[in-house]
């Protein structure tokens, strides 16, 4: 790079802020500095303006490798903060080998570098729906009792591995927890429990990574995502990895053979007893199954209300779409069957039964679209 390269002038203008924001808090909390430093690798503008997640990884590589050519007190306290916080491995790990060289040339660590990030955590717990399309994770940290605060995000499940809905940060523990308590979604209540932090990692981490994936894709024409994601989003990830060392592992998705006994078992159940016994009632679970599989990306068994409205009110479902009149004409009575039965399984109750059947019939009552300019999710 030539002394003229913008990019250059760029990541040195940034190293520059980064430095003179660090010798401000050359005496602050390890919990002030990760406040200020969430917001400095949210890379958005006083406008609220961002650049893409992509650029901003880039930008931050570029800053480290600066800050580590500069032999002075700021620049290790900056890369100490990188190193705790970053949310790309490898830029902790190029944070933390450049940091060490400044510390062994002798430039001085700051009061906080050996404790930041290094919290308790003092409880998770989530509130969730009973057809688990809804999640509200709670977990509590703090440093050793002081400097107590909550992370509390909503989790749309019906997405991908989840997509965050909202999400606050907050250091009244005890209201967040009362929150979680009363949480409802169209007068159900929640089921409200202690979560394993582990668990909680995954749930959380699952759904970063869905909204990373769509924030900057613009074929998808999402709900506005929440204004506090992006200052947010280096802390949160930081506190999943204080709650284990390593995520959960996903629930396993049923296999072929497996989702092939799942059409056998229904097809022999009572709940299929009233359907013809033809090739067309065959075809028609076939198609019924593997939309809610790879549309819905979710187990044919674990069927809520969004994901049948979803996938029921696909144009590709719509029998003057479907090349085989007779599938057409009994796909209604199939999905009916198939829900009825899967809330059977499930050992839902009558009510919860009734709203996945309410679903079914609000699907097919809407007006279904073959052509759309994205995706949209609601």
């Not at 097809?267 to 809610?292: E, M």
Request: one cysteine or more; hydrophobic letters at 40%; proline letters at 6%.
């Amino acid at each position: 790079m030539t002394d003229n390269d913008p990019s250059a002038e760029r990541t040195t203008s940034a190293a520059n802020f980064i430095e003179w924001n660090f010798s401000l808090k050359a005496e602050s909390s390890p919990w002030s500095v990760e406040q200020g430093m969430t917001q400095l690798l949210a890379h958005e503008n006083a406008e609220g303006f961002a650049r893409p997640l992509a650029d901003a990884v880039q930008a931050d590589a570029q800053v480290i490798h600066e800050l580590g050519t500069r032999r002075t007190p700021t620049a290790l306290a900056a890369l100490r903060a990188f190193q705790a916080m970053s949310t790309i491995d490898t830029q902790r790990e190029l944070a933390q080998a450049n940091a060490d060289l400044l510390a062994k040339e002798g430039q001085p660590e700051p009061p906080w570098s050996s404790t930041i990030g290094r919290v308790r955590v003092d409880g998770c717990w989530w509130a969730h729906d009973q057809f688990d399309e809804t999640a509200l994770v709670l977990c509590a940290f703090s440093y050793d009792g002081d400097d107590e605060h909550a992370i509390l995000a909503l989790i749309d499940r019906t997405l991908g591995g989840g997509l965050i809905r909202e999400i606050t940060l907050n250091e009244d523990v005890d209201m967040l927890r009362d929150f979680l308590a009363d949480a409802h979604e169209d007068g159900e209540d929640f089921v409200n429990e202690p979560l394993d932090p582990a668990y909680a990692r995954r749930l959380i981490e699952d759904a970063i990574a869905t909204s990373d994936e769509l924030l900057d894709d613009r074929q998808y024409r999402l709900r506005a995502m929440p204004k506090a994601y992006r200052k947010m989003r280096a802390l949160t990830l930081t506190r999943t990895r204080a709650l284990s060392d390593v995520a959960a592992p996903p629930e396993p998705f049923p296999t072929t053979v497996e989702i092939g006994l799942l059409k056998r078992n229904f097809l022999a159940s009572d709940a299929a007893s009233g359907l013809p016994a033809n090739d067309a009632t065959g075809q028609a679970v076939d198609l019924l199954v593997t939309s809610f599989v790879e549309e819905a990306g979710c187990h044919p068994l674990h069927l809520g209300p969004r994901r049948i409205e979803a996938v029921l009110g696909l144009p590709t479902l719509s029998p003057d779409h479907i090349e085989n009149p007779d599938v057409g004409q009994i796909l209604a009575d199939v999905a009916d069957a198939w829900i009825a039965w899967t809330a059977a399984e499930r050992g839902l109750d009558s009510d919860a039964t009734a709203r996945l059947e309410e679903a079914a019939d609000e699907a097919r009552a809407r007006p279904r679209f073959a052509e759309t300019e994205g995706h949209e999710t609601s």
